[in-house]
């Protein structure tokens, strides 16, 4: 019982890491979990030298208590601090049990968790669901190791946003199928803090023209692994309205197929994306390659090089970019 309620509360934390014990008697359970990655990158913008780029920096505390044998109240705080500010990202606490766990306050939608990509930063994001977070939120999150399923509700306020997302996933041997929903109102609303912003405005990511969209979609999904192998592929449709008029400014179909494989502590990737403007009749090509080298169980380095077939989508972009980097967790 203590295993199963343990694992639903990591879920619930979504991207905690397995983390530090701080602390684990008379069954209150604390970890202390962070990231820190730094790269070498010169991405897709034009006229832009290579620079070292501070991609991550993250802390995390997590707390469960077990109220009873079927039933422990969850709790955590993260802190993210890329930039020199330090930002509280997440703030939540909830219920765990055989039933799934269920969670309110600031914390990652079921929506975050979504895409194949084995990319680094050279891959175009497979769907961009653009805002994946919120102030709050509740989200349920089921998963008896052959189903699983979640939901997500980030509750608007005062004209900002407000999102409904959710999953249902199937997974047995080595194949895992899913499907995620995403259906939001003025995202990015003017007054609401939390605003889609991948850190890289020339990066060939797909996103809403202005704040205030309205953006509906879904992802379908698939993986199979065998052995050394990692296989994976993905489809999804989307679409971006101005909120007010109801006008189309996006409708968006994206694509990808990737596969890794894994050589003792090396892994090769491979990965292409598609993307077509069904509304503006454009498209885009991605193509991403990476090694990653495991040092340790939390240390690993990567290198990634990308092309990047724009199609007059993006103005300010060159069709060639590279990263490499180091990641340490803990």
Do not use: C
Request: hydrophobic letters at 35%.
């Amino acid at each position: 019982m203590k295993k199963t309620l343990l694992a639903l509360a990591v879920v619930a934390a979504g991207s905690a890491n397995a983390g530090i014990n701080l602390y684990d008697a008379n069954g209150v359970k604390v970890d202390l979990s962070g990231a820190v990655e730094v790269q070498l990158y010169d991405g897709y913008a034009k006229n832009e030298d290579t620079t070292i780029r501070l991609d991550d920096g993250d802390l995390s505390l997590n707390a469960s208590v077990a109220v009873s044998d079927s039933l422990s109240v969850v709790s955590g705080t993260a802190f993210k601090y890329e930039s020199k500010e330090v930002k509280n990202d997440e703030l939540w606490l909830g219920f765990a049990s055989d039933f799934g766990t269920l969670t309110f306050g600031r914390q990652l939608l079921v929506s975050d968790d979504s895409g194949i990509g084995k990319d680094y930063e050279m891959g175009l994001e497979q769907i961009s669901f653009a805002q994946t977070e919120g102030d709050r939120a509740i989200k349920y999150v089921y998963d008896n190791g052959t189903f699983y399923a979640a939901a997500s509700h980030n509750l608007g306020s005062d004209d900002k946003t407000e999102i409904t997302d959710g999953r249902l996933g199937f997974r047995t041997g080595g194949l895992d199928v899913r499907v995620y929903g995403y259906d939001a109102e003025r995202v990015g609303q003017k007054g609401d803090e939390t605003w889609y912003d991948n850190g890289d405005k020339t990066k060939p990511i797909v996103k809403p023209g202005k704040a205030g969209d309205d953006i509906r979609g879904y992802n379908l999904e698939a993986e199979y692994a065998f052995g050394a192998v990692n296989l994976a592929a993905s489809f999804g449709q989307i679409e971006y309205k101005d909120s007010k008029t109801q006008d189309v400014q996006k409708d968006l179909d994206l694509y990808e197929v990737n596969g890794s494989y894994t050589l003792d502590k090396t892994t090769f990737a491979l990965g292409y994306v598609h993307a077509k403007d069904r509304h503006a009749d454009v498209s885009h090509d991605n193509v991403y390659a990476n090694v990653t080298q495991k040092l340790h169980s939390n240390v690993k380095a990567y290198a990634e090089v990308g092309y990047a077939d724009n199609d007059k989508i993006f103005n300010e972009v060159e069709e060639f970019g590279y990263v490499a980097g180091l990641e340490v967790k803990f």
